[in-house]
Nanobody, 127 residues
Framework: QVQLVESGGGLVQAGGSLRLSCVAS????????MGWFRQAPGKEREFAAA????????YYADSVKGRFIISRDNAEKMVYLQMNSLKPEDTAVYYC????????????????????WGHGTQVTVSS
């Protein structure tokens, strides 16, 4: 069983930055594609970013590209989401996700394709 625990959410003003962290346990972390999804009030969960096993490939939703950076530390079993130039529309619960069934560079925009989910961390961006 895999456990994912997010941290780092909070309240920030528009234009500010936050860094989300996710620690994983239970399986070989270096064989998991990791990602972040988010869900705003009244909206469906949406893909934000993903990163390959080695960290050599990263993927971003158009809405966050150029502002967010995903990274990972396989030795520490951590994945991060550095969020810069935050906007009120970035307000959401952010979920850490993991997949162990795809290839090293696999990723998906569909929530149902991911194996494991954390409980989420709230990010609120005030205008």
């Amino acid at each position: 069983q895999v456990q994912l625990v997010e941290s780092g959410g909070g309240l920030v003003q528009a234009g500010g930055s936050l860094r989300l962290s996710c620690v994983a346990s239970g399986r070989t972390f270096s064989r998991a594609v990791m990602g972040w999804f988010r869900q705003a009030p009244g909206k469906e969960r949406e893909f934000a970013a993903a990163i390959s096993w080695s960290g050599g490939s990263t993927y971003y939703a158009d809405s966050v590209k150029g502002r967010f950076i995903i990274s990972r530390d396989n030795a520490e079993k951590m994945v991060y989401l550095q969020m810069n130039s935050l906007k009120p529309e970035d307000t959401a619960v952010y979920y850490c996700v993991a997949d162990y069934t795809g290839s090293s560079t696999w990723y998906s925009h569909r929530p149902r394709d991911w194996d494991y989910w954390g409980h989420g961390t709230q990010v609120t961006v005030s205008s």
